[in-house]
């Protein structure tokens, strides 16, 4: 059995994939699995490092706005065509698998043309440009979002599977990360970050957040600056009267390694709405107030921010209208009310899909015959 994935640019495309790659290689311990990705990009790097076979193309991304630049794009997605279409004749797999990002684009379509068994993973509420365009030709798309379904025609078959979850997040006991923690008993936990990176406005906000929540015994904070932010950071603090970089019931760090531990043991977040952190957040029924990525293509980070808002498993701040006076009021609506937290926490939970991998693995089972 040998199958082929696909998908790059972004870690929002790369993860995804390869969890389906572990996946099947866990399903079918004797299976061959290529990764076909772009020369040059985030892939390249990642891939050979998680211990997959990596072949490459050349090809480059179209701009949502007519220019020059389109037309050598058109050109190498050709020459990705080409490229990808001689490696799967190589190779001949039984299901390409396609995650999203520009390399997907050719590589599907050439495995579509050759009769290859096809399925694309669409992450966001809305889709890519690369997944809508290749879903008519596939065999099958898988959602994670359902309301990511008016934008895909009608004759594509859609399945809504979720996103697949790092097996670490699902199998962390909330007891004992709190206990590693320092969770006080009866203390609310709230859990802030801005990705691995960090994100300057939600830092500054959280200036504020912390100061009006200091020295409350029934709360503790953990918040994650960034590595490049964190100096900074603790440079605003003293101002805000605020010890650096523990104050009590605050904990303040740069990067967090082990975020599956933090996000088992809170009772809320503070995060943006990129596709895999909400897939952990409502695999674990954790509520939030989400603060989309403003410039994320599309703006799809707000479209997945608003399907939880929408069943009321998150409180939803644009970033241009973030404020700490803002956010401290949103965090004191859900603190303060037992009640309006067990239910946000409800209805994350019923969002969740500890199953996506799975379900993933069993539509290119089917796909594949096998």
């Known amino acids: 059995m ?53 072949r490459s193309i050349q090809v480059a991304g179209l701009k949502r706005r007519p220019t020059p630049a389109n037309l050598l794009a058109v050109w190498q997605a050709g020459r990705g065509l080409l490229m990808a279409r001689r490696i799967l004749k190589e190779f001949k797999p039984a299901v390409v698998v396609g995650t ?7 590589v599907v379509l050439a495995a579509a043309l050759q009769g290859i068994a096809t399925l694309i993973h669409e ?21 994670t979002f359902a309301e990511g379904r008016r934008y895909f025609p009608r004759r594509a078959r859609l399945t809504v599977t979720g996103l697949p979850v790092r097996p670490e997040v699902l199998s962390c006991c909330r007891e004992e990360a709190r206990r590693v923690l320092g969770i006080p008993p009866g203390a609310r936990m709230i859990l802030s970050f801005g990705g691995s990176q ?27 600056t960034g590595p490049a932010h964190y100096q900074d950071f603790l440079n605003h603090l003293p101002e805000r009267g605020l010890g650096a ?95 309006k937290l067990a239910a946000m926490a409800g209805a994350c939970r019923s969002l969740g899909r500890p199953r996506a991998l799975q379900d993933i693995l069993d539509l290119v089972a089917e796909l594949a015959g096998a």
């Open 245 to 339: 970089p523990e104050n009590g019931n605050i904990t303040i760090v740069p990067y967090l390694y082990d975020m599956p531990r933090a996000l088992a043991a809170a009772d809320v977040a503070v995060c943006r709405a990129g596709a895999a952190t909400l897939a952990e957040l409502t695999v674990l029924g954790l509520p939030a107030v989400l603060i989309p990525y403003p410039f994320a293509s599309g703006n799809h980070q707000e479209f997945n921010a608003r399907s939880l808002e929408k069943k009321g498993a998150a409180l939803v701040i644009k970033d241009r209208e973030l404020s700490g006076q803002l956010l401290t009021r949103c965090l004191e609506v859900i603190l303060s009310r037992p009640e």
């Open 100 to 106: 999203g990002g520009y390399v997907c684009g050719p």
């Open 2 to 54: 040998r199958f082929v994935v696909t998908g790059g640019g972004t870690g929002g495309h790369i993860y995804p994939a390869l969890a389906i790659a572990r996946g099947l290689k866990e399903k079918y311990p004797g299976a061959e699995i290529l990764y076909i990705g772009r020369a040059g990009g985030l892939e390249a790097d990642l891939v050979p490092r998680a211990g997959f076979p990596f």
């Open 123 to 143: 992450q966001n509420a809305l889709p890519g440009l690369t997944n809508r365009l290749l879903a008519p030709l596939v065999d099958c798309v898988a959602l």
């Open 198 to 224: 960090g994100a300057a406005s939600i830092n500054k906000a959280m200036v504020e957040v912390l100061q009006a929540f200091a020295g409350r015994t029934d709360m503790c904070f953990l918040h994650v």
